[in-house]
């Protein structure tokens, strides 16, 4: 079975990014931006009631400190400084939950530090860090750093596959800046190969083995929410029941 998630929540202040609102009744567990790439206090809780009324589940969504960048450029950072600087923003949208009576879903880092948690031990141990203390499933990409410290720690696992990134010849997603529009048709295609052969081709031609007890969508790439129509529709046998 199978779930779709959303990276969303990532408006801040006066500025807007994603259709949230149009993007929630395609999905089925949104990862709400914890203020350090996107999103603020206003933000946070308005998401959250959102996904509320939408029966979506709620997960946090946490970056580097790298507001400027999107969270989507690395740094280096000790293993102690990235646990505070994850419980602080986990702990931040868990009281926006307690605040409407949602539980924390899962923890899912954000871009630049994702890919640094697939292939460096101590940001990968770090993160397990996080998760210790509230004890929700972890999501990542099979065959990483991701799943090998996460379950060696004892945290439950999801595998994700993305609808709207492409992968490299090593299995390594290509992480960009600003994201581009994704035709419909090919990333539900896509998405349904990898949940019913656990393959898909990277931008160099082979294929590479991939998880998808989870499909992931930016809400930030431009025809999201289109992409979530298709992908649903494709893999709609498989989905796990709201």
């Known amino acids: 079975m199978v779930v779709i998630n959303c990276d969303m929540g990532e408006a801040y202040g006066l500025y807007k ?12 567990v949104a990862n709400v931006a914890c203020g350090f790439h996107a999103s603020d206090f206003n933000h ?66 954000h871009g630049a530090l994702y890919g640094m948690a697939s292939r460096n031990e101590d940001i990968a141990e ?11 499933p972890l999501l990542g990409m099979k065959g990483t ?18 609808a709207d990134l492409d992968y490299n010849a090593d299995g390594s ?24 052969e656990g393959k898909t081709r990277t931008v160099a031609g082979n294929d590479i083995v991939v998880g998808a007890d989870s499909i992931c969508i930016h809400s930030d790439t431009p025809n999201a929410v289109a992409i979530a129509e298709a992908v649903r529709e494709a893999v709609r046998p498989y989905l796990t029941p709201r």
């Open 44 to 109: 946070m809780r308005k998401t959250v009631q959102l996904a509320r009324e939408f029966g979506v589940k709620v997960g946090a969504h946490p970056s580097l400190p790298d507001l400027q960048g999107f969270g989507r450029r690395e740094m280096k950072i000790s293993r102690e400084e990235l646990t505070n600087c994850l419980l602080y923003q986990i702990g931040a949208l868990k009281a926006f939950l307690d605040a409407e009576g949602m539980p924390l879903n899962h923890i899912k880092p």
């Open 145 to 162: 750093l991701h799943q090998q410290v996460y379950e060696r720690r004892g945290h439950a696992f999801v595998a994700e596959y993305y």
């Open 17 to 28: 990014m994603g259709d949230d609102r149009a993007l929630m009744p395609h999905i089925d």
């Open 173 to 196: 997603l290509i992480i960009t800046r600003e994201h581009e529009a994704k035709d419909p048709a090919d990333a539900a295609t896509r998405c349904a190969r990898a949940v019913n």
């Open 126 to 136: 770090a993160v397990a860090d996080a998760a210790d203390v509230y004890k929700v």
